[in-house]
């Protein structure tokens, strides 16, 4: 099993910066992939970046040039930094780890981009 723990969160002003952390344990030599979704008030939670084990990555258009995605191997920890934040982007942001078929979870981490 793997177990998630994001970090990171909070409420910063529009073009302000953030970096979420994803700190993972247990059984973390049989990730595959890992990734960052988000879900806003009244939203479907919506996929923001993922990184493969290869390093290949992935990101939505929305957050294309602002967010970047990363991992380091040795802390077990992934990355998000957000810059030029914009209220858009305000939501719960939740990491999650893929073993196999088995999708884990974090418990996610609330960023609030202020106006």
């Known amino acids: 099993q793997v177990q998630l723990v994001e970090s990171g969160g909070g409420l910063v002003q529009a073009g302000g910066s953030l970096r979420l952390s994803c700190a993972a344990s247990?059984?973390?030599?049989?990730?595959?992939?890992m990734g960052w979704y988000r879900q806003a008030p009244g939203k479907q939670r919506e996929l923001v970046a993922s990184?493969?084990?290869?390093?290949?990555?992935n990101y939505a258009d929305s957050v294309k040039g602002r967010f970047t995605i990363s991992r380091d191997n040795a802390k077990n920890t992934m990355y998000l930094q957000m810059n030029s934040l914009e209220p858009e982007d305000t939501a719960v942001y939740y990491c999650?780890?893929?073993?196999?078929?088995?999708?884990?979870w974090g418990q996610g981490t609330q960023v609030t981009v202020s106006s």
């Open positions: 990184i493969a084990s290869g390093g290949i990555t």
């Open positions: 247990g059984n973390i030599f049989s990730i595959s992939a």
């Open positions: 999650n780890a893929l073993v196999g078929f088995k999708l884990t």
